[in-house]
């Protein structure tokens, strides 16, 4: 079946460590994105790739990075950087001539 | 500035009765506006959209919402509630080239409806 995969589901890392969230697609949609959701406060835009080879910043890209080699994978890795990263992350993409968004299941980071 | 207002956090029907969970936009131009609902520890699963057309959209397990112009609002209902239907709403709108992109959404601050037996 066509969908988006999400993966890890869980993921626990300690403070300092980088780690990376995978996202891939099987839709064939261009358009591919990251959002983090925290309680209360919705989702709020990360990144997002309109081709492969190319993203752009969302409202919140600070200490997160993306790369867009294969139109299949849009993978996020949040850095050290990332004041506050525990948070549930969702990726998503998009059908072009509506806009409407496919979702995958999610990851919830948890910093220890 | 683009956005999309959810005026409750959370809403609160006993099954079997109606549900209405708001929501309004401040956009230029004509929007494509969403709803979504997300189950806990689940993604966001399409439930319907207002492309152009008929005011009365029907959707997925039953939803329908109306598109308001004049009140720029695109309210979710549903005749009946069911227990099942407890989870996370969402609404969103499309602008074309907002954020210098095509149609990248904006998303409501999500309504928690509980709907009790």
């Known amino acids: 079946d066509g969908g988006i995969t999400q993966s890890p589901k869980y993921l626990f890392r300690k403070e300092g460590q980088n780690v990376t969230l995978s996202c891939e697609q099987n839709?064939?949609?261009?358009?591919m994105y990251w959002y983090r959701q925290d309680p209360g406060q919705g989702l709020r835009l990360i990144y997002y790739?309109?081709?492969?080879?190319?993203?752009q910043k969302g409202d919140i890209a600070e200490g997160y990075s993306v790369s867009r080699e294969k139109k299949e994978s849009f993978p996020l890795t949040v850095t050290s950087a990332q004041k506050n990263p525990t948070a549930f992350y969702l990726c998503?993409?998009?059908?072009?001539?509506?806009?409407?968004?496919?979702f995958g299941e999610g990851s919830r980071l948890t910093v220890l | 500035a683009q956005s999309v207002a959810q005026p409750e956090d959370q809403v609160n029907v006993a099954e079997g009765n109606p549900l209405t969970v708001k929501c309004t936009y401040s956009?230029?131009?004509?929007?494509?506006l969403f709803w979504y609902v997300q189950y806990p520890n689940r993604g966001l699963q399409f439930l319907l959209k207002?492309?152009?057309?008929?005011?009365l959209v029907k959707g997925s397990y039953g939803f329908e919402a109306e598109f308001n112009k004049s009140q720029t609002s695109f309210h979710l209902k549903k005749p009946s509630a069911l227990v099942s239907d407890s989870a996370l709403y969402f609404c969103a709108v499309r602008v074309p080239n907002y954020g210098g992109s095509q149609g990248n959404l904006i998303f409501g601050k999500g309504t928690k409806l509980s709907v009790k037996p």
């Open positions: 790739s309109q081709i492969v080879n190319d993203f």
């Open positions: 839709l064939n949609h261009d358009a």
């Open positions: 207002y492309i152009t057309g008929d005011n």
């Open positions: 998503a993409s998009r059908l072009s001539n509506t806009g409407e968004l496919f």
């Open positions: 956009v230029s131009g004509n929007p494509y």
